[in-house]
């Protein structure tokens, strides 16, 4: 009588060790010349995550704390959750510096390219969300898109690129003297 599920099937040790040996030793987490590769290991993907998921933190502080700003009952709750919002920016920038030049110690400005490029893409949905959808419609709508899309991103990724880089010095400095080197830089 045939199994009547999958988790009734028995699979001999034969046929675990021949899936093994035929799948690719990537799925395996070792490389092309079948090196094996730490698990923290950097990664394309891994930098592309954090870039996705720092932007995602920037939108969501924005909205979250411009919607509780605009329901705030007083003026000085107002005040209270826009302050709340410039201080989580920077402590989300922060930690994607820190995340990023701990996961490849040996790239400074890439590390600085990850962080910049999350701050202009969030820079640029909170554009879209904002203020070019606040004046849809309007006649000066081009103007509005022009500069809040475009220069928008540039106006803060530019920047933020600058000040990873010099976090990141900061970072590579402390962990030096905590680790007893001290080579010059």
Do not use: C
């Amino acid at each position: 009588m045939p199994p009547d599920s999958i988790f009734e099937q028995s699979i001999n040790s034969r046929e675990v060790e021949g899936f093994l040996s035929a799948a690719p030793p990537v799925a395996f987490g070792l490389t092309a010349n079948a090196r094996a590769t730490p698990m923290h290991a950097p990664s394309r993907s891994s930098g592309l995550r954090d870039v996705v998921a720092a932007s995602l933190a920037y939108v969501m502080v924005g909205i979250i704390t411009a919607g509780l700003a605009g329901a705030a009952a007083s003026l000085a709750a107002t005040k209270a959750w826009r302050l709340a919002g410039w201080a989580l920016s920077p402590a989300v920038f922060m930690v994607h510096v820190v995340a990023s030049r701990h996961r490849q110690p040996g790239s400074p400005l890439g590390a600085a390219a990850r962080v910049a490029i999350a701050v202009a893409v969030a820079a640029l949905v909170l554009a879209i969300v904002g203020p070019v959808r606040g004046h849809w419609g309007e006649p000066a709508i081009g103007r509005v898109a022009l500069l809040s899309v475009v220069l928008w991103p540039l106006m803060t990724g530019i920047p933020a690129f600058g000040v990873a880089v010099a976090v990141g010095h900061v970072i590579d400095r402390i962990g030096r003297r905590a680790s007893g080197s001290s080579r010059p830089d």
